[in-house]
Every structure is written in C-alpha cells, then in structure tokens.
C-alpha cells in the first residue's frame, strides 16, 4: 500500500511532560503524518517533511487528505472500562457495593447469552471510535462468551484491545458465579484462543478481593506464572466500605494490595483501578513491583468513592493510566476523562496541566499497558492509530477555541467542552473507522 499523508496541526507526546517538561511534546501547527501499511512512516512540519530531499523524498509524491482546521493527536487510551456496563451507564444513587448489587450483576447476567454480547460489544466499539478511543483495557463478563464476542468484534475492526473474562466465584449471585478450577480452565482456553492473535491480548481478570476466594486468586496467579505475557486487571481500594469487607475476608493480609501480592499477582503488567485510599506502604509495593493503578475520575466522583491522590502515587514511582470505568463512569470521552482529572486534583489543592493529561491518555496509557513499543505517540514505526479533533465542533468551542493563543490554552479548552462532537475521524491502522 502507498503511503499517505495527513496534514493538520499535530500534537503528540515524546515524554511525560511531568517530567521532561516542554522536551516531553512536539507540536506542528502546521504538520504532517506520513503513514504507510498501517505505520508512521515520519511526522513534522509540512513545509519541511515536503522539501527534505533526504529520507522523505517519496513522501512529496504521496496522496494527503487535508485536514488543516483539525489537530491531530494519537489515539486515546482507556486503561479500565466494562464493555458489559455500556447500557447501564448513569445510574442513580448508589455507592459501590449498592451498585455492583442494584444494578451491575442484573445487566451482566444478560451475557449468558452470546447474541446480547455480541450486540453490545459491537454498539461498546462504536462508542469508543466515536470518541476517539483507540485501545482499551476492557472487563468482559463472568462468561466466556462474552469474551469471545467482543474479540470477535475487535478483531474485525482490527482493534488493539486487551480484555479478559471475569473470575468471580463468591459473593455474588448463582448465575454469575465460576468456580476457582472452571474459571482457571476457562481463562486458560481463552488466552490460548486469543493472546496475541492479531492485535488481541488477554488479561486475567479477577473482579475483586471480594468476589474472589482465596484459591481463585492463587489459580489466577497460577496463570500468569504460566503465560507471563498476559495481564492480569482488577479493582482495588476504590470505596471505604469496600475496604472494610476486604479486611473481613482476608484478615490474614495487612491490606487490600496484600491480598494481591499474596497470591502473585502484582508486576509490570497487572493494572488495579482506582487505587483511591492507597496506605504509604501499599504505594511503595505497587513501584517496586512497576504495578500500575488506572485513574478513573469520573466514576470516583459518580459513585462517591473519593478523590484520586495523582501526585502522592507519582511521587511513590507508581505508573499511572487514565480509564473511564464505563458504566461506573459516566462519560466514553477520554476528553471529558482528563477535564475531570483536573478537577480532582483541583479539588485537592493540586492542578494537571493539559499536557499532562493528554500525555496519561496517550504515551503514557501506552505505557502504563506496556504497549509503548507500538501505540501511544507518532514515532516512526508505531501503528497508525489516531484522532482528528474538529476544535469548530460546536459553536462554543469555535469561538472559545479562537481565542486561545497556545496549544496547551486549546487543548485544555477541549478537556473541559469537549466530547465525541469534537471527534472528526477516528483512525485505525491509517484507514478511517466507520462506525455508526
Ligand atoms: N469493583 C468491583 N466491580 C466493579 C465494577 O464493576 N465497577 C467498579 N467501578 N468497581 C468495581
Ligand atoms: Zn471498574
């Protein structure tokens, strides 16, 4: 295939900005992204990408869609969400364990049956392209067949996804519960179908501490010693009342992570969401280990849960990714996800340059995923995957927009108006995303 140019303003990540400051960014206000066979071939300012007579020579012959009122960035990255909650998002009134109970086992009992999932896997993937979302870390259900609907349809859509059936095999109801062999045999048969299949790749997934005996958290541990490729997602320390029920169940552990560590499950590629009420000593195990928390704003503040301590995690060494946690989460837009960053950390004294939340629901999404290596920023040789943002989306943002003078004054403009009206084009592997 020929290669193809994209020529926007272009803003991507190098580095956390948190850290590297203005060397972590690059910004072409008038750029160019050459992309072939489904990879960066170069990206950088138009004029010169045209007139260098060097490596890019053939780059001035290629076709280029012209997209020069639009700023281009790579595409997000949602480090937890549950496909299964898609059609329960927003509802009202309670706080995790109310929730899980009330509203989250009924919606995820209907996946018993594999033409529900694959219904909603397919409506799930349209949301996430509408909003620009490219890849994901993704909570199936308890059933197998949930899992294999929404590869299925991730693989057809030639997604970068990562997901995994969930293991839950006390505390919930009959009908969504496994048991610590079959949710080991069932995870094992899943990887082996799925792991690395094409841009697939397969997270063990135990609910929580919870809903997990003690031996369903040793077999998942189990499974990662035996596919150490594979990740492993799950929730901890998100509500206080959900850590006192932990502390009721394992009173062996010293705290949540304990329960864990105990069974061999942190490492540099397991992820636990939220992470919101995390002890000195819990912080420090997650960095030695390069264990990763998912930040998920909006369904900390949606269910009462509390606010996120970004800065204290950081300091600790934790890596940290941004998620949505849909349907705790109340919005699919990683844009929105980083405008309720800020204000947590605002609500904390504490503030989150627009940067640095592009960099968290990018390169360092990317990272926290370990997929660095081929998503999360425009580097020549990574997949093609990114967003072209519409700053005239609506009249608010068309005359807001006008008035910012920097790129970080219009990007944090975006995270606070903006949402999947703002989303022009979604692409995947260079070609555009239809969805509807
Ligand atoms: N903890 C256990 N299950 C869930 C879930 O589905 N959503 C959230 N936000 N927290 C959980
Ligand atoms: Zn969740």
Redo the contacts with the bound molecule.
Sequence with gaps: MGKRGFRAAILHCLADPAVAGDAAWEYFADGLLVVADGKVVAVGDYTDLMSSKSASNSIAACAVVDYRDKLIVPGFIDTHI?YP?TDMIGAYGAQ?LD??ESY?FPE?AKFADESHARDVAERFLNELMRNGTTTALV?GTVHPQSVDAFFQAAQQRQLRMIAGKVLMDRNAPENLRDTAEQGYTESKAQIQRWHGKDRLLYAVTP??A??SSREQLDKAGELLQEFPDVYLH??LA??EA?IAWVAELFPESENYLDVYEHSGLLGQRSVF??GVHLCDSSCERLAATNSVVAH?PT?NLF?G?GLFPLRRLQQHGVRVGLGT?V???TSFSMLQTMGEAYKVQQLQGESLPALEALYLATLGGAKALSLDHCIGNFKAGKEADFVVLDLAATPLLASRTAQCRTIQETLFVLNTLADDRAVAATYILGEQAQFN
């Design positions: 549950h909650q995790l929730w899980l989250t995820e909570f609910r929580f919870p809903t799950t929730h998100e509500n959900e969401a939220h998920c369904s269910l849960s946690d349907g705790a989460g």
